[in-house]
């Protein structure tokens, strides 16, 4: 094992944060998100964040799904068939990582999966009906929709092929946004529990908004942990 000097940030405010303190307390699920094509998720650090996990909590769930990610290659400007295969490869990356390290944990009494996108998430009613709801407030509340276009923009940013338009490859990249913020908040559905920690290394605001109530309404049964 390398060595782990990982920590939970303490003394956030906020329900987000409240309910992953309380996740931790009770050692209960948290779930790791890991981004095809985003550098943070090196082989070191996906060891040293599944490590630190599986000291923490009794229940991991981990996804780097590719099906998501092909929006965000589609709105750089790859077509349709090499946007599918680069975000199906760097997936794999990922997860052949993962499982490397899930093999080396002492601990092999947790209860730690990899969650396929396709046969787990993406045909799930509970994952689907929020989806919808994300669409809708999308579309209805104007703060959702302007923080949403700058997160994705944010994401997309010196990354656009030449001659793609902008807020054209933002429209389409948002669409990754939406289908993770649909799972975060349906995860404790998905996974039959009262509460979920999703466990991250930088603040995620658009996430902290809409489970503290800016847009809507406060959701308790998600949480968010910072661990750096």
């Given at each position: 094992m390398?060595?782990?000097?990982?920590?939970?940030?303490d003394?956030?405010?906020?329900t987000v944060?409240?309910t992953?303190?309380?996740?931790l307390?009770n050692?209960?699920?948290?779930?790791?998100?890991m981004?095809?094509?985003?550098?943070?998720?090196?082989?070191?650090?996906?060891?040293?964040?599944i490590?630190?996990?599986?000291?923490?909590?009794s229940?991991?769930r981990?996804?780097?799904?590719?099906?998501?990610?092909?929006h965000?290659?589609k709105?750089i400007g790859?077509?349709?068939?090499?946007?599918?295969?680069?975000?199906?490869l760097?997936?794999n990356?990922?997860k052949?990582?993962t499982?490397k390290?899930i093999?080396?944990?002492s601990?092999?009494?947790i209860?730690?999966?990899?969650?396929?996108?396709?046969?787990?998430?993406s045909?799930?009613?509970h994952?689907?009906?929020i989806?919808?709801?994300?669409?809708?407030?999308y579309s209805?509340?104007?703060?959702?929709?302007?923080?949403a276009?700058?997160?994705?923009?944010?994401?997309?940013?010196?990354k656009?092929?030449?001659?793609?338009?902008?807020q054209?490859s933002?429209k389409?990249g948002?669409?990754?946004?939406?289908?993770?913020l649909?799972?975060?908040?349906a995860?404790?559905?998905?996974f039959q529990?009262?509460?979920?920690a999703?466990?991250y290394?930088k603040?995620?605001p658009?996430?902290?908004n809409l489970?503290?109530?800016?847009y809507?309404?406060?959701?308790?049964?998600?949480?968010f942990?910072?661990?750096?």
């Amino acid at each position: 094992m390398m060595s782990n000097n990982l920590h939970v940030k303490d003394g956030l405010n906020g329900t987000v944060f409240q309910t992953g303190y309380e996740v931790l307390k009770n050692k209960g699920l948290a779930i790791i998100w890991m981004s095809t094509g985003n550098s943070y998720f090196s082989p070191d650090n996906i060891q040293r964040i599944i490590e630190f996990c599986s000291e923490r909590f009794s229940v991991i769930r981990i996804l780097a799904p590719f099906e998501p990610a092909i929006h965000t290659y589609k709105s750089i400007g790859y077509e349709e068939k090499r946007a599918s295969r680069k975000a199906k490869l760097n997936s794999n990356r990922l997860k052949n990582h993962t499982r490397k390290t899930i093999e080396k944990i002492s601990n092999k009494k947790i209860d730690i999966k990899i969650i396929d996108w396709d046969a787990d998430i993406s045909s799930n009613e509970h994952y689907k009906k929020i989806l919808k709801a994300i669409e809708k407030l999308y579309s209805e509340n104007e703060s959702f929709q302007k923080n949403a276009d700058s997160t994705t923009e944010q994401v997309l940013k010196n990354k656009i092929k030449p001659g793609k338009d902008a807020q054209e490859s933002v429209k389409t990249g948002v669409r990754y946004l939406f289908e993770e913020l649909a799972f975060v908040l349906a995860s404790p559905l998905i996974f039959q529990v009262k509460q979920t920690a999703y466990i991250y290394h930088k603040r995620w605001p658009i996430l902290e908004n809409l489970v503290n109530g800016k847009y809507d309404k406060i959701r308790k049964n998600v949480g968010f942990l910072l661990i750096k």
